[in-house]
């Protein structure tokens, strides 16, 4: 079956860069049309699309957040890595990792969406 | 950037059929795609494509979309259908980027 597990700090300080990992199983990171995107949700509030990076190293970044982040994989370990840098007291959130798929729909455009997620992680940053 | 709006709070009775609807300018353009997140889980996909249910997931879930707005359909309401409902679709970037602000769905 296929599992998503997110690790990494619990805590990070102002300022830090902040490293979060995603253990896949049950697909690999080669498999075409399928990738591994990063997700948060602040609490409370709302969900809100990171990065994704797909089987070709294809890589998209929010825009809004996109000189703060880096995403990677390392296929032989099943691992697809995010970083932030110059974290702040805004970006305390749960950090999901999903695999992403995409298809064609009938006019050819390529539509996305997420269908197997991690249990999540939750990010506190504070001093 | 694109947007997706939804309306904060809907509530139906047990039994009885909802409608949650998500607009948005890319929606005329790319499907959207509907995820349900009960407290303290992960959100789990309910919906993708033109009307495409995960398995596992009940037939009363259905999708649907008309020109700028996307609904997800509830038909015969369970009390376990309570949750937060978001819809998701592309940006104007092309990227899987836009989640609407999601739908806190009661069960009467």
């Known amino acids: 079956q296929v599992t998503l597990k997110e690790s990494g700090p619990v805590l990070v300080k102002p300022t830090e860069t902040l490293t979060l990992t995603c253990t896949v199983s049950?697909?690999?990171?080669?498999?075409?049309?399928?990738?591994v995107s990063w997700i948060r949700q602040p609490p409370g509030k709302a969900l809100e699309w990171l990065a994704h990076?797909?089987?070709?190293?294809?890589?998209s970044y929010s825009t809004s957040l996109k000189s703060r982040l880096t995403i990677s994989k390392d296929t032989s370990k099943s691992q697809v890595v995010l970083t932030m840098t110059n974290m702040d007291p805004v970006d305390t959130a749960t950090y999901y990792c999903a695999r992403i798929l995409y298809y064609y729909d009938s006019s050819g455009s390529p539509n996305y969406y997420f269908d197997y997620w991690g249990q999540g992680t939750l990010v506190t940053v504070s001093s | 950037s694109s947007e997706l709006t939804q309306d904060p709070a809907v509530s139906v009775a047990l039994g009885q059929t909802v409608r949650i609807t998500c607009q948005g300018d890319s929606l005329r353009s790319y499907y959207a795609s509907w995820y349900q997140q009960k407290p303290g889980q992960a959100p789990v996909l309910v919906i993708y494509g033109k009307n495409n249910r995960p398995s596992g997931i009940p037939d009363r879930f259905s999708g649907s979309s008309s020109g700028n707005t996307a609904s997800l359909t509830i038909t015969g309401a369970q009390a376990e259908d309570e949750a937060d409902y978001y819809c998701?679709?592309?940006?104007?970037?092309?990227?899987?980027?836009?989640f609407g602000g999601g739908t806190k769905l009661t069960v009467l």
């Open positions: 990076i797909f089987s070709n190293d294809e890589k």
């Open positions: 049950g697909f690999s990171l080669s498999n075409a049309r399928m990738g």
């Open positions: 998701n679709s592309r940006d104007s970037s092309g990227n899987p980027g836009v």
